[in-house]
């Protein structure tokens, strides 16, 4: 576990923020060894949004206006805790009226002896069909899609512009 302390992160920077949490578990010196994350910035006002990942697979965004989904070609930062001063890229975008985000853990679309683009693929056919019904309940309709069982993180975040 983590040594004792204070635990409180202050960094609200977004394009700091990684990089803060980073710093912070290098000093931790825990027994884990490292933590990944992913971490999304959004203006309520204008939908401009920023989204950085740290060993976390890559945010997808639902495009009204082609009614595509797209990965995010920004590869992933490294893991958190590992690597002193490491730098963390963040995609930047706008959600426009009817755009959707989808932040998921690997657990969501790994399988066995399958690579992890068939996993991707089995997701966002899952999520084509939520365009149609709506995006109300869609993250949880995605966790309980993955195929990795009981025995990985599945987690999804889904954000999306009414």
């Known amino acids: ?3 004792p302390g204070s635990y409180n992160l202050t960094e609200t920077q977004p394009d700091r923020f990684l990089g803060a949490a980073n710093s912070y578990l290098v000093r931790q010196e825990w027994d884990e060894g490292f933590a990944t994350a992913v ?22 965004q639902f495009q009204s206006g082609s009614g595509r989904w797209a990965m995010f070609e920004q590869a992933a930062g490294p893991v958190l805790g590992v690597i002193e001063d ?14 959707a985000l989808i932040l998921y853990t690997d657990g969501v679309i790994e399988t066995r002896h399958h690579d992890l683009t068939v ?6 056919g899952i999520a084509e069909r939520l365009i149609s019904r709506g995006f109300h309940g869609g993250a949880a309709r995605l966790c309980a899609s993955a195929k990795a069982g009981e025995t990985d993180d599945r987690a999804v975040v889904m954000v999306w512009r009414d």
């Open 86 to 99: 490491a730098t963390f890229e963040r995609n930047t975008g706008t959600l426009q009226r009817g755009d």
């Open 1 to 3: 576990g983590l040594r």
């Open 39 to 60: 971490h999304v910035s959004i203006d309520l006002a204008d939908g401009g949004y920023s989204v950085g990942t740290a060993g976390h697979p890559a945010a997808i």
């Open 119 to 124: 996993g991707v693929d089995r997701m966002l």
